[in-house]
């Protein structure tokens, strides 16, 4: 088995809701869909994260569209009108998950 950035098969899209922050992945090749159901856990995803996400991760898998949805508590530092963080909306949470490397 080798390794590849998430970066290489996937895009990712990121919101804000108050202090949750959102990531959804969507792989380039539909193909991809299972695979990444399998080894994009929320797991990983926290390992990814760290400190910087001290709630709960929750993983929603859309399978109609082929995509993935993380929803993290806690994670922008009280949110938009609260945090004094550069990223307040969160959108840097989007490419810091395409830097992991994942099992291919």
Known sequence: M???????VAFARSGDKGNTSNVGVIPYNEDDYEWLKRELTVEKVAGLYGELV???IRRYEFDGI????????EALSGGVSRSL???AHGKSMGNLILR???ER
Do not use: A, C, H, Y
Not at 2 to 8: G, P
Not at 66 to 73: H, Q
């Open 2 to 8: 080798s390794k590849v950035q998430l970066r290489e």
């Open 54 to 56: 001290k709630g709960e």
């Open 66 to 73: 082929k995509s993935l949805n993380f929803v993290m508590e």
């Open 85 to 87: 963080n550069l990223d």
């Open 100 to 102: 992991l490397e994942i």
